[in-house]
Each structure stands twice: as C-alpha cells, then as structure tokens.
C-alpha cells in the first residue's frame, strides 16, 4: 500500500513540476502558442528563431517534428520553407536537423522544455531563385550569425539606410559586430563603403548582399570534421556542388556529386567511393574507382554526416525526392532506410505560393557600446541606460580587457524604409564535371 502512494504520488509530483516548468518556459518566450484542441499530455518545445526571439509551442505528448516544423513556419508566414531546417544538440554535443517524419520526444532527448533552432539547412547557390522577399531577409539573418565564425562581411545599409553624414559618423559602425575580431580600419573601411550604396530599399540591399556571399568560398559550406586513414584531421564541407575536402583552412579536394558513386557508413567509419576522371583512363574506356575512408570521433556524428549528405544531394541533385520502398523484403535489412522526404530546390523554385501577408517586419540588429571619437584604440564596455535603451549622449565609457568582450544591448531602433535545369540522380557511372581536386595521399585502390 505504501509503495502504491510513493508511485502515485510519485508521478503527480512529477507531472505538476514538468507542468510548472513549461509555464514558466512559455512565459520566458516571446510568443507562446498553445496546444490545439483539449490535449492534456503535451509537451512544451522553445524555438529560438533567426531575429533573435523565442517561440514556445506546446504540441501533443507523441506529436512528430512535423508539427512543430509547420507550427513554426504558420507563425513566420514562410512558403519557401524547405531551405529551412529545426536543429537540437544532443547529449553528446552532436547537432542534428529534427527529422519531420518522427517524434520528436524520440530525437530530442534533452527536455523537457526542449530547447531547438531555426536555421537555414540548404543554402541557395542562386538567390535570384528566392522569390519571396522574407525568405531573403531570414537568408541574411543566417548569415549574419555565420559571420561571426568568421565567414562573411555584412552589411548595415539593409537596416540603417543610405548613410547620412551629417547623421551618421563612423562611431555608429562600431555599434555592430561584423566579426569576431573587428579593428578600426575595417570600420573606416565599411563605412566609406556605406556611404557609397545609396538609394537602395532594405530588400536590395538584402539581394545584393546574397549575390555577393553567394561568391564566397564558405557561402552555405556544412562543415564537419573528419579523420582520415593516415591520422590527420580534415574537414568535409557539404556543397550544391558536392563535397570539400579542408586541411585547416585550406581547400585540398573536390568530390563532385556525379563522381561520388557510393555513400555510406558503419558506426564511426564513413566510406566515399569516387570515380577516376582522368584523360587516359577515359580514353580506354575503363572507369577506375577510388575509396576514400574518414573516421569521426563519435557513431552518431557519422551517421548526421552521411544523412546530411543524403539530403544535399537530394535537395540539389534531383528533380524529385527518392519515393520509399514500402514493400519489406523479410525481417533482415541493410543500412538505413532514411530518405530525403521534403522538396528538392528543383520543385521548390517552380511552385509558386502567396503568403498571407504582403508585408512582414525586419527587427534591428544587437547594439553594442561605440567606439567614441576620443577614445578610439581603447576598449570600452557594452552600456545601456534604465530602460535598455543605449544612450550616446550621456554614456561614460569604461576600459576593460577586450574591446569586444561586453554583453550586447539591444536597441529598439526601427528599421529605415522598412528555363528548367538539367539535374542528374546519384549516377552509377561518370558524368557531368570533368574536373576532380583531390589530394594524392588521400587515394587508396578499392579493394572488392
């Protein structure tokens, strides 16, 4: 009898503090959408999104990534929506897109609340393809974040407007963080540039700043980091194009897609087999294939490698998503049955869809204290006054360590004026590119 009320009341404590923290997970959110219909188990999901604010949702007790996927779109008004992507950390620090078609109590396993990110997963290699104006606008917001590691250069024209000097100086551009390490003479640099980009509304700005990134060698490169046979440390950068091969920050490699004719992994081994593109051999008319090996220090970092891949391939490759087998040959099975289930940027650039809303609000970008004209070359602190607002008026600067090692202060400041291609499936024999750039102490002979 005793043990019945341990458990019974057991659970009811359980269930009472699992309801009290997802109160107090949908209170801390910016915007909270409630479970449809009168479900009484739920659970309680916080996304943070690219501008920077929170959405908490509480979806069915064994409601499936789905859900939550068209939850969060509904609420952004977003039709473009399979370059998008929810990710989550795992226990053992390994991120991994949800994937819609299972629950998501099954993948995220750190919750609840349980904690996930919108992000772009697949990077247009043609912005111009974009059709619709907020699809470009979360586009810079992603690369906004991926600057931060030192990847790109934005702008602030698309949010500040044209630069006025008589209301803009250059200690307005040290209120933003560009990268991890600005100095002075990058500021100067920006903004004399800032000053030659006028009479663009905020979603030129926005297109012109995508086909410049698009140039950039890191634009949309999915990074992972491998180990291959002869111990060194490589990295794999997943591409429209196919797969990049870094040796730090050098780019030593180049699997093109149409070369890779074979994908796989085994627990922490992940296997590319590439075909030889070589004159001679083609002139003989034999195709000579190569096995590539890469470990990663954990099983199920190699298993989101290899169905990042998948999905790469898929989404830029094929003019339609591989349909899954339904018939099951008997109980024995090899490999994963994963499938890349969305839109491929085929199909996505061809649908046309209106969103509900014509319009849509651009939110400002974190502010951070200025670099003031008699005290530039010394570091100063992120400063805001009682209401959060930041004040250069009547700021006192105080030194400290590093420059840029201050929290940021937000600041509530508007923003100003706010033919079909030819895509081949995962081929069996060469074709396409006949340009291959990989390392020859990388090579090993397939051995069969």
Known sequence: MLSFLRR??????????????????????TTHIPAAGDATSIITCRVSLLDGTDVSVDLPKKAKGEELFEQIMYHLDIVEKDYFGIRFMDSAQVPHWLDVTKSIKKQVKIGPPYCLHLRVKFYSSEPNNLHEELTRYLFVLQLKQD????????SVSSELGDCDPLEHNLDLVSEFRFMPEQTEEMELAIYNTWKECRGQTPA???????????????YGVDMHMVKARDGNEYSLGLTPTGVLVFEGQTKIGLFFWPKITRLDFKKSKLT???????????????????????????????????????????????????????ARSGFIRMG???????????????????????????RPSRRYSRRTM??????????????????????????????????????PVAAS???PIEIEALPRSPGGEKRRLVPAHLKTPLDL
């Open 272 to 326: 590319l087999v590439v075909v030889e593109d070589d004159d001679q051999v083609i002139t003989c008319g034999k195709e000579q294939e190569h096995t590539f090996v890469f470990r990663m220090d954990h099983p199920k970092a190699c298993k989101h490698l290899w169905k990042c891949a998948v999905e790469h391939h898929a989404f830029f490759r094929l003019r339609g998503p591989v349909e899954k087998n339904s």
């Open 336 to 362: 994963s049955r994963f499938r890349y289930s969305g839109k491929t940027e085929y199909q996505t650039t061809k649908a046309s869809k209106a969103r509900r809303s014509a319009s849509f609000e651009r």
């Open 374 to 411: 008699h005290s530039r070359g010394e570091p100063e602190t992120a400063l805001s006054s009682g209401n959060g607002v930041n004040s250069s008026k009547d700021r006192k600067v105080t030194p400290s360590r590093s420059a840029w090692a201050a929290m940021p202060v937000v600041s």
């Open 417 to 419: 004026a706010c033919g």
């Open 147 to 154: 600057l931060l590691s030192s990847k790109y250069v934005t």
């Open 8 to 29: 019974t009341l057991g659970r009811r404590s359980i269930r009472k503090h699992a309801e009290k923290a997802r109160l107090r997970e949908a209170q801390r959110a």
């Open 204 to 218: 030129q700005a926005e297109i012109n700043y995508l086909n410049k990134a698009k140039w950039l060698e890191m």
